[in-house]
């Protein structure tokens, strides 16, 4: 069974950077597709950030390109999401998701991951 784990939310001000962190569990292919969303209070959850592993090929929506990176360590079983920058409107739940065994081609939205942590609160000040 698969598990995710995030970390690294907190409470930071305008323009500084946290790393978030999703340790996972119970994947065993080789090939996946790992994501990091962010969900706003009433909203749906938005994607930020792909990446296949472990070739490392990654993509970025509009609200993360050039602030957000997305990594990936293959010893530690684990996905980052380095955001730097940050702003109020960046004050958000974010979720660690995953689909085993494929590749990111194609999988856009929420329902395209099977597999999800509980979230990580970001909180940014101004």
């Known amino acids: 069974q698969v598990q995710l784990v995030e970390s690294g939310g907190g409470s930071v001000q305008a323009g500084g950077s946290l790393t978030l962190s999703c340790v996972y569990y119970g994947i065993t292919t080789r090939t996946n597709c790992m994501a990091w969303f962010r969900q706003f209070p009433g909203k749906g959850r938005e994607r930020l950030a792909r990446i296949t592993t472990p070739d490392g090929r990654t993509d970025y929506r509009a609200a993360a390109e050039g602030r957000f990176l997305i990594s990936h360590d293959n010893a530690k079983n684990t996905i980052y999401l380095r955001m730097a920058r940050l702003k109020p409107e960046d004050t958000a739940v974010y979720y660690c998701?995953?689909?085993?065994?494929?590749?990111?081609?194609?999988?856009?939205?929420?329902?395209?991951?099977?597999?999800w942590g509980r979230g990580t609160q970001v909180t940014v000040s101004a």
């Open positions: 998701a995953a689909h085993v065994a494929e590749d990111c081609f194609g999988k856009t939205l929420d329902t395209d991951f099977p597999s």
